[in-house]
């Protein structure tokens, strides 16, 4: 089994940047793909940016150039940066991994394991 946890999330102003974690446990043995998505209410889940095991990485329009994503694979962790945040992020961010995925996937349905989602508010 595979287990995901987010942190990082809370209340930010506009323009300031923020870091997410997303730690993984379980049998991945750190060679997982990970995939960052946000998700509003009424809407469908946001690809925000996805890397592979082996730092292969890929953004969403809505964050390219704005967001960095990196992982710490001794820590079986991954980080998601987001900088000069806007209130169009607020969102609830969660994150997805998967130990049998070959690079990495922009589709939340590629990924068999999800974190429980960290609030993000960006106020103006």
């Known amino acids: 089994q595979v287990q995901v946890v987010e942190s990082g999330g809370g209340s930010v102003q506009a323009g300031d940047s923020l870091r997410l974690s997303c730690t993984v446990s379980g049998r991945t043995l750190g060679t997982f793909a990970a995939g960052w998505f946000r998700q509003v209410p009424g809407k469908d889940r946001e690809f925000i940016a996805t890397?592979?095991?082996?730092?292969?990485?890929d953004y969403g329009e809505s964050v390219k150039g704005r967001a960095t994503v990196s992982r710490d694979n001794a820590k079986a962790t991954v980080y998601l940066r987001l900088f000069d945040v806007k209130p169009e992020d607020t969102a609830v961010y969660y994150c997805?991994?998967?130990?049998?995925?070959?690079?990495?996937?922009?589709?939340?349905?590629?990924?068999?394991?999800w974190g429980q989602g960290t609030q993000v508010t960006v106020s103006s």
């Open positions: 997805a991994a998967d130990p049998d995925l070959a690079g990495y996937s922009r589709k939340p349905s590629d990924y068999d394991y």
């Open positions: 890397i592979g095991w082996n730092g292969g990485n």
